[in-house]
């Protein structure tokens, strides 16, 4: 199934931050885009929402400097794109892959396309790593970890609800029962015409 494909690298995409912990290491993707694009994408995804989580960690540090705060800040918009960047590509990936599929008559269009399930479940991987962080964290108290676990128990149950519907979605796709859309970004704020404060700028 996809899902067991793209959790696993989720997995080793967070696993490999971690070893060194730190939002300005170098990044190396372990698949080559030529022959593992699908693999590619997905690690690739997946580093960027690994590094987003831990700048929302450090900008919310009350005692950062606004200077600082700034610059981070900017990081993070440049992330959000990159983000939904990767998102469309991966349901470009989708969309070539089915191309040659002929929706049957009464096929429908899905809530959000597969990509942006594919969002969904990268970043409840974080939420699962860090999740398990705190229910076993040693110098927390036993009821901290106890509610980490709950949440955690939740957290797993979503991923498998999450993979199942995200499994079932391309394979009503393949089979011509729901048809996919990407609607390309309408953002604004990034858009010197778009966005009045920068437009003004010029």
Known sequence: MFTDKANKIFQDVINKYHVI??????????????????EHLLYRKCWIDTVQWHYEDIIRDPQIDPVAALTLKRKIDASNQDRTDMVEYIDSYFLEKYKDVTPKSGATINTESPAWGVDRLSILALKVYHMEEEATRPDASDAHKA???????????????????IDTLLSDIEKGDKYMKVYKQMKMYNDDELNPVLRNQK
Do not use: M
């Open 21 to 38: 912990n730190t939002v300005d290491q170098p990044f190396t993707n372990s698949y080559d885009k030529s022959t593992h694009l699908l």
């Open 147 to 165: 509610a980490c676990q709950k949440k955690l128990d939740v957290l797993l149950e979503q991923r498998v609800d999450l993979s199942t519907a």
